[in-house]
């Protein structure tokens, strides 16, 4: 499965971006979608997640951040509000398969925000 990620760019603080992250390929029907970011020198950190049953959030993006997906487009999307200069970092969506015997990782491109005046 491969994962093209686009969205990225410069805002200023308090503006809004929408990532959106396709996959082409047979995702399954079980599979868990992903975003990441890194900040050079950082670990990878979890920003959101959204499987069939449940969305979960870091800390820092709730209330501000929003995933959700698309089934049928195999997509799946971040939209970011009420944006910080903290959350400038490269974002990385990811997709957990699980194929009905064993589950794989695949990773997008990575896309960068910048959130800066």
């Known amino acids: 499965v491969q994962l093209q990620a686009s969205g990225g760019g410069l805002v200023q603080p308090g503006g809004s971006l929408r990532l959106s992250c396709a996959a082409s390929?047979?995702?399954?029907?079980?599979?868990?979608m992903n975003w990441y970011r890194q900040v050079a020198g950082n670990q990878r950190e979890l920003v959101a997640s959204?499987?069939?049953?449940?969305?979960k959030y870091a800390d820092s993006v709730k209330g501000r951040f929003t995933i959700s997906r698309d089934n049928a487009k195999k997509a799946v999307y971040l939209q970011m509000n009420t944006l910080k200069p903290e959350d400038t970092a490269v974002y990385y969506c990811?997709?957990?398969?699980?194929?009905?015997?064993?589950?794989?990782?695949?990773w997008g491109q990575g896309t960068l925000v910048t959130v800066s005046s």
């Open positions: 990811n997709f957990l398969i699980f194929d009905g015997s064993h589950w794989s990782d695949s």
């Open positions: 390929g047979n995702i399954f029907s079980r599979n868990i």
């Open positions: 959204i499987s069939d049953m449940s969305t």
